[in-house]
């Protein structure tokens, strides 16, 4: 479950193990703090936003739960980390949170290289040149447990209407997991806009 190889005989690898294994089960903990930008609120269910301008102490926290996707999906590096520099993408992170924890995120950027994914011409990109910038999908993540409830739909909802765009203009940026594929052919059943 949560993938750390440890010494059963070292009392420090089995505390460490504890840890990574209730994060990897629950989330990582992140009880409210005065800084939290909530912009959505569901039962016990909540998401923050952040960006670069944020205290260290929410890019910190962004980025436990970047890396625990990236553990989670097999990927190399994580999606986002708390030294992101300013740039023209302007990322902003999205937490999902339920009561204490933080279980998903969303790694949104402004990404101005545009193509189309065409679902029925399969794997085939069509550069749109002098398209404008759009927002984007570069990770979008939700613990275990807490999937099938429409949470990754929520975060990519939340953070359109966060920048006052239609859901049907946001991009995604890849590669593309077999689930993001999944996802974004739910929400944009015809195409979808690929953000470099």
Known sequence: MCKLNYVPNLPEDVALHKK????AVNGIKARSV???????????YR???????????????????????????????????AEEPFDEK?????????????VGILVFSYRSHIS?????KNNKLEQISGHSPLWTVDFVWVLKKHRRKNLAVTLISEAAKYFDIKIENVAWYPPISENGKELSKSMFPKFMYVGQ
Not at 47 to 76: F, M
């Open 47 to 81: 998401i923050n936003v952040l960006n670069q301008w944020s205290p260290k102490t929410q890019r910190n926290r962004a980025q436990k739960v970047a890396i625990l996707g990236k553990r989670d999906g097999g990927y190399d590096f994580p999606s986002y980390t």
């Open 34 to 44: 005065k800084s939290d930008r909530t912009i959505w609120n569901h039962n016990d």
């Open 20 to 23: 990574r294994h209730d994060e």
């Open 116 to 120: 189309i994914y065409d679902w029925e």
């Open 90 to 102: 302007d990322v902003h992170v999205f937490l999902l949170h339920y009561k204490s924890r933080a």
